[in-house]
Each structure stands twice: as C-alpha cells, then as structure tokens.
C-alpha cells in the first residue's frame, strides 16, 4: 500500500488502526497488530483498576517493535468517572497516541502533547471535526453510518470527502471496512486510513466467547439492527434471538424521564451500566441474553481466524 500521512504519524506499514472495541480489544491482539504493521488500540474502560491498565501498558511497551504502534481509547464525558486516573495514568506510562469519545477533549490533548502523546478524537460531523481541529488533534476518526457500535450519521462517502476537503489534519474513516476493496474506496474519498473493528471481532487473540467470534461467522451485514437498549445512545447489535424478544426501542418510561432536563443526564447513566453489565455477560459468558455489538462489514467474515491472517486479507486484494 502506498505511505499516508497516517502511516508517517504512526510509523506503521498500513494506514489500518485496529479499533478499539469493549469487551473485546486486549494486550495479545494489540501485539499481533503491531506485528503485522498496523497500529492497535484498546478502550482504557476494558480495564477495571487503573493498576491494570498501568501493567498493560508497560507489557505493549514491552512488545513493540519497528513499525509498529498502540494507542488507547478514553471516553472524555462525566458518564466516565475513571477518565482523570486513566489520562494520568496515560500520561505517566506513555503510549503512541490516545483516541477519544463522546466528551470534548481538550483537556486530554493538552496533557497528551504535553509528553508527546498524540490524540485522535471521534467525530460523527464537520461541527465537532472543526473544533477538535481548532484544539489541536492530531487527527479526526470520521465515524461513518456503517461503524459497529455508536455510529454516525452519514455515509462513509459523504463524512469522509466533507472532512477531508475542510480539515487540514488527517481524516481516518471509520466504519464499513471488511476487505481490501473497502480500504481502497475510503483513501478514494480522502482518508489517510480506516479504523477497522467488526473484523477482528472473530479473531483467535479475542477475548470474547467463541458463540460471539461464531456469530459474526455466520450473521452478516443484513442481520445488523440498530438498538437503544444498550447505552440509551443508538448502537449496532446482531439482531440475534434475544435482541429480537427485547426490541430495540427505549421504554415508554426511559423517553418520558429523558424529555426531564434534570433527570436526562442520570437516566443515561442508569442505562449505560445497565447495558454494558448484560454486553459484558454476553461477551464473556454462555448466556442467552446474546446482545453483541458489530458492524455491517462483518459481511466480509468467513471464518475465526488469528489476527495476522485478518489483517493479511485487509491488505492483499
């Protein structure tokens, strides 16, 4: 593949970053990643202490090699009360660069550069694109409408030549990259890389059950709902059985305590534990309350396979 200005930034051989998934992302996937040559991350969040994020961090630092990196995602709002100690931890142990959601983040750009951590911010349009510019990120995630997990709202096409053409940063796609034609068409559009996660979902290093590695074998772009019952933000499952039973709508009372400004903000918060404890139990546990969050680009998955074979099919045509 040709050098893009992801793949300088980075110092890897594909303009690819691993995605960071909940639940799912870890250490021995990240190592297979930056062996291959592309750059791997996980959501701080996957660790509950911050003793434990510190001794992964130092075991990534330990494994990387020559054009290789690792970064870790944070979630920058108040529904995240480990943000501060997970920043500061960042900070203090180090690491290639930090991609951020949901929240501004400003105030881990600044602490970030400070050490020479680069940053990455989550946008979903050219409003908060143009103002993580203005604040000095290092690159833009271009969440598209094909991303598993929170999505956005546009497509792929039109987030990323809008992004591309009026941010002079880097714009890095994400969503609805299966195979290497996928790649291809997002630098079409102006990407300087893509975030692929749905993919290495049924990786072998995955550390989720085999039923959810197997499910994204055998369900495919069209078995992919969108639901309100996880985080009470729009997200994508695999429409399996169990989601089906549940619906995927907020209850009547969840809408009617969302339209209170006061209670909005603690009703959220309610839901997004909720909903991550029962994500959680389906990941890592035999359950049949089966919700599993993916993308449509698992389409492209034929089998469960190690991390260097998927990213070896992501590059060759």
């Known amino acids: 593949m040709t050098p893009t200005k992801l793949t300088k930034l980075l110092n890897i051989k594909y303009p690819i970053i691993q995605a960071p998934m909940f639940l799912v992302s870890n250490v021995a996937m990240v190592k297979e990643a930056m062996n291959a040559g592309i750059a791997g991350c996980i959501p701080a969040l996957n660790y509950r202490t911050l003793d434990e994020l510190r001794v992964a961090i130092k075991e990534l630092k330990a494994a990387k090699l020559e054009g290789g990196s690792f970064g870790f995602n944070l979630i920058v709002n108040k529904s995240n009360i480990k943000y501060k100690g997970q920043l500061e931890v960042l900070c203090e142990e180090g690491c290639d660069f930090i991609i951020t959601s949901l929240g501004s983040p400003e105030e881990t750009i600044n602490q970030a550069h400070a050490v020479g951590i680069k940053v990455f911010c989550d946008v979903t349009d050219l409003r908060f694109a143009k103002k993580v510019e203005q604040l000095g990120a290092d690159a833009a995630i271009a969440v598209n409408n094909e991303a598993g997990g929170h999505r956005g709202n546009l497509t792929p096409e039109e987030l990323t030549n809008l992004l591309s053409k009026e941010l002079t940063i880097p714009v890095i796609s994400a969503g609805g990259v299966g195979c290497r034609a996928d790649i291809?068409?997002?630098?079409?559009?102006?990407?300087?890389?893509?975030?692929?996660?749905?993919?290495f979902i049924a990786s072998v290093e995955a550390g989720v059950t085999d039923d959810y590695k197997q499910a994204c074998v055998d369900y495919g772009a069209d078995d992919i709902v969108m639901t309100e019952r996880i985080s009470g933000t729009p997200c994508t499952v695999i429409n399996t059985p169990y989601v089906q039973k549940i619906g995927t709508k907020a209850t009547w009372l969840e809408n009617l305590l969302n339209k209170n400004r006061k209670l909005k903000k603690w009703v959220k918060m309610i839901r997004f534990s909720i909903g991550m404890k029962a994500t959680e139990k389906a990941a890592k546990q035999a359950t049949y309350k089966t919700v599993w969050v993916a993308g449509p680009s698992i389409e492209h998955t034929k089998a469960i396979l190690p991390v260097k074979d998927i990213v070896s099919k992501l590059v060759n045509a």
């Not at 068409?185 to 749905?198: H, N, T």
């Open 184 to 199: 291809d068409k997002m630098l079409s559009y102006g990407a300087e890389g893509v975030s692929v996660g749905s993919p």
